[in-house]
């Protein structure tokens, strides 16, 4: 079935330094959407790129797909202490049983201030 | 956007008992979605729960273990049968909404099971 593999796992930054998260799929992608979860909140809807090659930003996060729409990244400019959570990337497949959304494991993200 | 009450937000239970989960939204909605997250872990999708059909589980999940009611477009129900320490866990209820039909979550049911 559909993989979606994330990395890394953790990461610890200070406050300033910046932050990128990359998400693998196994297969090719229709779409791929972000998530946040705050610690002991629930998940949160960031962005969803669809194009090859898209890349999409909201004030200092930028968001890309790859051309072969199998992988994702998530850059945090300048981390702040806001940005702390886990992010998640979540791969929608191509059609079929396979359109539902598969969720990577996610990067938990601490910023040190 | 939606909104989605669930509730309980935690419970701590005895093995061997059932726990029913319910999560209801603010709107009309088609599908909603269970999902099941270990700590640490990622989202596991349990189920899809449509209005006035049987629900449908994804690998891994059965509907002795974890069945589902949806009685109407606006709620649904879960409940973890025949409980036992490994699943504990973090249940959450979701549905699809806007024009990226994006995922909207409930606040959790923090499950313990001793």
């Known amino acids: 079935g559909q993989q979606v593999m994330q990395i890394p796992q953790y990461q610890h930054v200070q406050e300033g330094e910046d932050f990128t998260t990359y998400c693998n799929s196994s297969?090719?992608?229709?779409?791929i959407q972000w998530y946040k979860q705050r610690p002991g909140g629930h998940p949160v809807f960031l962005i969803q790129?669809?194009?090859?090659?898209e890349v999409k930003k909201q004030k200092r996060l930028t968001f890309q797909f790859g051309e072969a729409k199998k992988n994702s990244s998530l850059h945090i400019t300048a981390t702040q202490t806001t940005d702390v959570g886990t992010y998640f990337c979540?791969?929608?497949?191509?059609?079929?049983?396979?359109?539902?959304?598969?969720f990577g494991k996610g990067t938990l993200l601490t910023v040190n201030p | 956007s939606a909104v989605i009450s669930q509730k309980p937000s935690r419970d701590i239970c005895q093995r061997g008992t059932s726990l029913t989960i319910q999560c209801q939204v603010d709107?009309?909605?088609?599908?909603m979605f269970w999902y099941r997250q270990q700590p640490g872990q990622s989202l596991t999708l349990i189920a899809t729960?449509?209005?006035?059909?049987?629900?449908?589980?994804e690998s891994g999940f059965v509907i002795d273990k974890f069945p589902i009611s949806r009685p109407n477009l606006t709620f649904s129900t879960l409940t973890v049968s025949n409980m036992s320490p490994e699943d504990s866990s973090i249940y959450l209820c979701?549905?699809?909404?806007?024009?990226?039909?994006?995922?909207?979550f409930g606040s959790g049911t923090q499950l313990s099971v001793l």
């Open positions: 979701s549905v699809e909404g806007g024009t990226n039909e994006k995922l909207f």
């Open positions: 297969t090719t992608l229709s779409n």
């Open positions: 790129l669809v194009k090859s090659g």
């Open positions: 979540a791969g929608r497949g191509s059609g079929g049983s396979n359109y539902k959304l598969t």
């Open positions: 709107s009309q909605v088609t599908m």
């Open positions: 729960a449509n209005q006035g059909s049987e629900a449908t589980y």
